[in-house]
């Protein structure tokens, strides 16, 4: 979807505003205000593509409620008696001023005001349509490159799991805020430039910027954790049945019972989410903890806990057997499965 919308708005919607904006930059003045009036009148065609340029008179000026920024709308009446309206930026008391009974030069192009000239200089109207790309290419800029930063991040794990051993809580927070940043850069992009070019070579250089905060971040992290990968947790013996997220991993009829771990004095039991006898299952004497570690990519289940959990791997009989839980909980776990004197 992300994709789809990016480029609709990148692809038809900005190229459509630009090539307006860009007619209307280039727009030449009609021939005649009186042959232009004819033509538009007649259906022709000339007052769509000149810049028709009248005197008028302003009637009045009312406040625009309900927008962000101030704005106002500023009625007209032409020497014929015709009546125009524009909204400006703005307030009326605002340089240049627009007062009641004062004579001004309005600018039409395509049947609309596109700016005023007051007594004390040039304002340009809410229908100028030299900057209307900039809102649909915000739009355009921050959505793909926030859906393009999904596909960042799904790559980066595909990649990054066939090389690395071990799962870190960065393998997906630094691309993920890679993306976000881009996005953040697309969409300041276009209003930080004078044109569309200028916008997209913005983003090329902040997302060569990226990728290579990114390699450097993930270099530097990944040498920081070489070596053994043993965390050494001192065992602590449970005084009172204590309840957690938890879930145990192997060919073993206990695992994968449940959702949650019950750690009490020489007794571990996995549980269906409460701690209710009637839904526990005991961890029988013959588990053996081996060491604690961080989680890896292969390993045989994932879990929410990734970024805050340990891993404690053990045997049974001969048979591998991963305990998985938070880092809070995992001296528990050791304390719980020390063997009681």
């Given at each position: ?60 000026t009312e406040d625009v409620r309900g927008r962000k920024t101030p704005s106002y709308r500023l009625y007209v009446v032409e020497a014929d008696g015709t009546e125009g309206r524009a909204t400006l930026g703005g307030s009326p008391s605002e340089r240049p001023a627009a007062t009641s009974g004062a004579d001004v030069q309005v600018t039409y192009w395509r049947g609309q005001i596109r700016y ?226």
């Amino acid at each position: 979807m992300c994709a789809l919308a990016a480029a609709w708005l990148l692809l038809i919607s900005t190229p459509a505003a630009i090539a307006e904006g860009h007619a209307f930059r280039t727009a030449s003045r009609c021939a005649s205000n009186d042959s232009a009036s004819d033509d538009s009148a007649s259906g022709g065609s000339a007052s769509d593509d000149c810049l028709r340029t009248v005197g008028a008179r302003i009637d009045r000026t009312e406040d625009v409620r309900g927008r962000k920024t101030p704005s106002y709308r500023l009625y007209v009446v032409e020497a014929d008696g015709t009546e125009g309206r524009a909204t400006l930026g703005g307030s009326p008391s605002e340089r240049p001023a627009a007062t009641s009974g004062a004579d001004v030069q309005v600018t039409y192009w395509r049947g609309q005001i596109r700016y005023v000239d007051l007594a004390a200089g040039r304002k340009y109207s809410h229908a100028d349509p030299r900057d209307d790309y900039k809102p649909v290419a915000t739009a355009g800029l921050a959505i793909g490159l926030y859906g393009t930063g999904f596909l960042w991040c799904w790559l980066w794990m595909a990649l990054h799991s066939r090389v690395a051993k071990r799962a870190h809580p960065w393998d997906i927070g630094l691309p993920f805020l890679a993306a976000v940043c881009l996005a953040l850069v697309g969409a300041f992009a276009p209003w930080a430039t004078d044109d569309m070019g200028a916008a997209l070579l913005l983003v090329g250089e902040a997302t060569a910027v990226a990728v290579a905060v990114c390699a450097v971040t993930a270099v530097l992290l990944r040498r920081r954790r070489r070596g053994d990968d043993s965390i050494d947790v001192p065992p602590v013996v449970p005084t009172e049945e204590q309840h957690f997220p938890g879930r145990i991993v192997g060919g073993v009829p206990y695992a994968e019972h449940g959702t949650h771990l019950l750690a009490a004095p020489g007794l571990l039991a996995t549980t269906m989410g409460h701690p209710g006898v009637a839904h526990r299952r005991a961890v029988p004497r013959t588990l053996t903890p081996l060491r604690v570690r961080h989680p890896y990519w292969s390993d045989p289940s994932p879990t929410d806990l990734r970024g805050q959990a340990w891993v404690l791997e053990c045997e049974d009989e001969g048979v591998p057997v991963l305990i998985v839980v938070h880092r809070q909980h995992m001296p528990w776990v050791l304390g719980a499965l020390t063997p009681r004197p």
